[in-house]
């Protein structure tokens, strides 16, 4: 049984064509700009099996030949024993499957058990769309409350597996929005690559009111949403040092 917050039957913008996105309950990141704070408690959600996700997928399954699955949240990595069969079913059934991740929950690479169930995982994963949330650790841990180094760490590891990946990066203005972040953040991608796209995405404020429904202090409160044009601008220079 997987803990589940949500489903999306026509998804189009996690991962390649039209896609089935689950939204996994549960998440150890405290992102400020999080929109989805009902995914955080694991004990919320609806309990589904694997096949019953699937059931519900093949009723539509040919909206899906150019795109699969997603699993998003929340931190799908959360409950990897189900993610791992829900992805193995699929492949099964010739369906593409993608992660949705902050990769906050990469383990230690000594500990070999744990990577080696990251690496079943990995082989049923078509792409990992990876959120590099903050390239500094110490501007890291203020933005999610959590250090940046298994997400660097996972996007490392991804590239020795020669595993495709999209990074996605929030421009948040005053945190990410930046010269030297933007541009470290460059250096570190220009090292991978298995990276096959770059997402950039302008910090919006639509989350707030689910903070006010639940009774939470929003933290960006007093945090301008990004442009497009700013997004577009903090592409630039990401790219630019690539090069
Ligand atoms: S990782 Fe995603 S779901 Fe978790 S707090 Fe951050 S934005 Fe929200």
Not at 113 to 137: G, M, N, P, S
Not at 179 to 200: A, C, D, H, I
Request: charged content about 30%.
């Amino acid at each position: 049984m997987g803990k589940i917050h949500s489903i999306e039957t026509f998804g189009t913008v996690d991962g390649p064509g039209v896609r089935f996105v689950v939204f996994f309950q549960g998440c150890p990141m405290r992102c400020q700009y999080c929109h989805n704070p009902d995914t955080w408690d694991l004990a919320d959600g609806q309990d589904m099996t694997a096949d019953e996700i699937l059931d519900k997928m093949e009723r539509n399954l040919v909206f899906y030949e150019s795109g699969g699955i997603t699993a998003t949240g929340g931190e799908p990595m959360l409950q990897l024993d189900f993610l791992t069969e829900l992805f193995s079913k699929a492949k099964a059934k010739g369906i593409h499957t993608c992660l949705d991740t902050s990769g906050i929950l990469f383990p230690d690479e000594q500990n070999k058990d744990a990577l080696a169930k990251i690496e079943r995982l990995l082989w049923q994963t078509d792409l990992v769309l990876l959120d590099i949330k903050h390239i500094d650790e110490e501007e890291c841990k203020k933005l999610t409350g959590h250090s940046n180094r298994p997400a660097l760490q996972f996007a490392r590891y991804l590239e020795r597996m020669h595993k495709p990946v999209w990074i996605r990066h929030v421009v948040v203005p005053g945190i990410t929005l930046k010269e030297k972040p933007l541009t470290e953040l460059g250096r570190f991608l220009r090292t991978l690559s298995n990276m096959e796209k770059l997402e950039v995405l302008p910090y919006h404020s639509l989350g707030k009111v689910k903070y006010e429904n639940l009774g939470m202090e929003y933290a960006l409160k007093d945090t301008p949403q990004a442009t497009k044009e700013e997004a577009a601008q903090a592409e630039r220079m990401i790219r630019a040092a690539m090069e």
